[in-house]
C-alpha cells in the first residue's frame, strides 16, 4: 500500500520499473523442427524398409503376374499374365505333395525345438557348476554355419559309412536309407532341422523365465507343490508371451528352410523332401532353365502363409491383453 502512494503521483517515467527495456520474445522450437528432427532418426530406417522389404516384395509380385523367360528378364519385357502362374502352382502334381511336405516339417520341427528348447531352459534355470558352460555348448548348432551343419548331417546319415548306420547296425539293425529313401527323406531333413532350431528356442525361453520371480517358486514350495506342478501352474502360464513370439518366429523360419534340405537331399528323391521353398528355389535355380514367375508364385504363397499366422498372432496378444 505505501509502495502505491509513493508511486501514485509520480510523473512518467519515473517509479520502479522506470528505464527498464521491454524483455525480448524467446524463441521457441515450432512443432516443425521437432518433426524434422524425428523425420531424420526414422529415414535411416525407412530406407532399410524400403530396399530390403518393400522393393522385393514388389518385385516378387511383379515376377509372378509376368512370363519371366531369361530372355524377357534381361530385356524387360515380360508379357503380363495375371493370375496364370498362380493357377498353374495350384494345379500342379507337385502343389499337394509340398504343402503336405511343408506341414508335416514346419509342425513337427516347431514342437520339438520348443519342447526341447523350454525343458533345456527350465533345466539350466536351476544354475548348478558348470551349467554355463553347458549352455554355452548348447549355442554351437547355432552358431555353425548352415551348410556346414547340413554337410556333418548329410555324412553321418549317409546309408554305406555314416556313423547312424554303423552304430545302428552294431545293435543288429539293417542298413536304413536315410537320404535316399522316399520313406526316410523327409524324417532326415525334419531332425537336422530340429538339432538347428533347439538353441534358438533354449536362449529366448530362457531369457524369459529369468523374468518370472523367484518369490512365486518359493511361495509355491511352501504350499507344498511339486517340481511338475510349479512347471504347469508357474512356469508355463507366465511363460506364454515369450512362448507365443518363440513359435511364431520359429514358424516363420521353417517356412522359408531351403539350404539344410538342399544340401542333404535336393527336395529328394522325387518329391519326397519337397517343400514349398525348395519348390520355389528349384525352379528359379535348381534347374538349367530357370522359371522365375512359377518360383515367385510360390514363394507368394509362403509370405501369405506366414502372414496369416502374423495376423492371428496379433489377435491372439490382443485378447490376452483385454483379458
Known sequence: MITTEATAGAPPGVG???????????????????????????APLLVYLILFYAYP???NIDLSVHDYTIRAFVQG????????KYAEVFTSAAFPAALWNTAVFTVVS??????????????????????????????????????????????????????????????GVEQINWLTS??????????????????????IL??????IPGEVYEAASLDGAGAWRQFWSITFPLLRPVSAI????????????????????????????????????REAFGTGQPDFSPAAAVGNVLIVIALVF??????LQRRQEES
Open 310 to 315: 502374423g495376423f492371428l498372432h496379433l489377435q
Open 110 to 171: 516347431i514342437v520339438f525345438q520348443y519342447a526341447i528348447g523350454l525343458a533345456l531352459a527350465v533345466f539350466f534355470r536351476s544354475g548348478f557348476r558348470l551349467s554355463g558352460a553347458l549352455r554355452a555348448m548348447f549355442l554351437v548348432p547355432w552358431l555353425l554355419p548352415l551348410i556346414v551343419s547340413a554337410s556333418t548331417w548329410a555324412w553321418m546319415l549317409n546309408s554305406d559309412n555314416g556313423i547312424v548306420n554303423s552304430v545302428l547296425g552294431a545293435f
Open 246 to 281: 518363440t513359435l511364431l518366429l520359429g514358424l516363420i523360419y521353417t517356412l522359408k528352410v531351403v539350404d539344410v534340405i538342399w544340401i542333404m537331399t535336393t527336395g529328394g528323391p522325387g518329391n519326397a523332401s519337397t517343400t514349398l521353398a525348395i519348390w520355389s528355389y
Open 206 to 211: 530362457y531369457s524369459g523365465l529369468q523374468n
Open 16 to 42: 520502479p520499473g522506470a528505464g527498464r527495456l521491454p524483455a525480448a520474445p524467446r524463441r521457441r522450437r515450432g512443432p516443425a523442427a521437432s518433426q524434422w528432427a524425428a523425420a531424420g532418426f526414422a
Open 77 to 84: 519385357n515380360a508379357e503380363f499374365v495375371g493370375f496364370e
Open 57 to 59: 516384395l514388389w518385385r
Open 182 to 203: 522316399p520313406d526316410t527323406a523327409l524324417l532326415s531333413v525334419t531332425i537336422a532341422n530340429i538339432w538347428l532350431g533347439i538353441p534358438f528356442n533354449l536362449v
